[in-house]
T-cell receptor, first 112, second 113 residues
């Protein structure tokens, strides 16, 4: 049973437009959520995170929104750039010393 | 430069031939972990270690072994590799109190024929 779900395998957007990447979770014990970005032939790198006590966290062009009642989070990238083309993994943990549970990932393509 | 290194980066081997994938980090991190990435399945944890001589199973430990004799190193051992262990493997590390913020190595592409 997958506890972190990224139901869309891919997303294609035009450069300059908004990219919205969605993630759903089932475990109500999760209290911290992260997005990792992965380029081909490289390991994932941490992008942005949000604690369950917040509903929004912003870092430059990247904003993560958390809807706890819906068990849903989303990553917004505005404006999207070709260099944002990568695989994005949603991850969650239940406590600071708890393991990360990852989603399947979504491949974002930003068209010039 | 703070980093996690893995060797080899690419490996093709045959069924049953023991192999070891090394992982080393230079950030003095207590926590280290191994993941495999497969199409349609995302990242799944194989084994993890909270500190030297402390290891535990992740979600998919079957067919793998690990050891943690030194803080910086966390090798992944496949005693008798099988084709279903063909995958992309990542090592990661973090501070013990910040397991949620892990640093990943560049990956090892393993093919077992």
């Amino acid at each position: 049973d997958q506890q972190v779900k990224q139901n869309s395998p891919s997303l294609s957007v035009q450069e300059g437009r908004i990219s919205i990447l969605n993630c759903d979770y089932t475990n109500s014990m999760f209290d911290y959520f992260l997005w990792y970005k992965k380029y081909p032939a490289e390991g994932p790198t941490f992008l942005i995170s949000i604690s369950s006590i917040k509903d929004k966290n912003e870092d430059g062009r990247f904003t993560v929104f958390l809807n706890k009642s819906a068990k849903h989070l989303s990553l917004h990238i505005v404006p999207s750039q070709p260099g944002d083309s990568a695989v994005y993994f949603c991850a969650a943990s239940a406590g600071a010393n708890s393991k990360l549970t990852f989603g399947k990932g979504i491949t974002l393509s930003v068209r010039p | 430069e703070a980093q996690v290194t893995q060797n080899p980066r690419y490996l093709i081997t045959v069924t049953g031939k023991k192999l070891t994938v090394t992982c080393s980090q230079n950030m003095n991190h207590e926590y280290m972990s191994w993941y495999r990435q497969d199409p349609g399945l995302g990242l799944r944890q194989i084994y993890y270690s909270m500190n030297v001589e402390v290891t535990d199973k992740g979600d998919v430990p079957e067919g793998y072994k690990v050891s943690r004799k030194e803080k910086r190193n966390f090798p992944l051992i496949l005693e008798s590799p099988s084709p279903n262990q063909t995958s992309l493997y990542f090592c990661a590390s973090s501070l013990r109190g910040l397991i949620r913020e892990q640093y990943f190595g560049p990956g090892t592409r393993l093919t077992v024929t």
